[in-house]
């Protein structure tokens, strides 16, 4: 799978976790050449809370457009430091 903004491949792997119709991409998957970290936090009852990414590319940022969980809760361990994409960010095989 791969999370495709402006024409680049922000993060690319065959085992990305699917949940809730995301598709949550390893860490060391992630090109950290077009991440920014965030401030936003949100939090999931059944998740914990999650921490943002803002992406750049080409000099456009795309605010907040990539969320993971840096601590979850016990249900959700297999997902935790994954990356997930959205914003127009395009996930495609």
């Not at 922000?10 to 077009?34: C, G, L, M, Q, R």
């Not at 795309?62 to 395009?90: M, R």
Request: glycine share 6%.
């Amino acid at each position: 799978m791969k999370a495709i903004w402006k024409g680049r491949v922000i993060a690319e792997s065959n085992d990305t976790i699917v949940i809730e119709n995301n598709h949550y991409f390893p860490p060391d998957s992630v090109n950290k050449e077009f991440i920014i970290p965030s401030n936003t936090h949100t939090f999931c009852p059944w998740k914990g809370e999650a921490s943002y990414y803002s992406l750049l590319v080409d000099g456009e940022t795309n605010n907040d457009a990539a969320w993971y969980y840096p601590e979850t809760s016990h249900a959700a361990k297999p997902i935790e430091g994954y990356v997930a994409f959205w914003k127009g960010v395009t996930i495609a095989e």
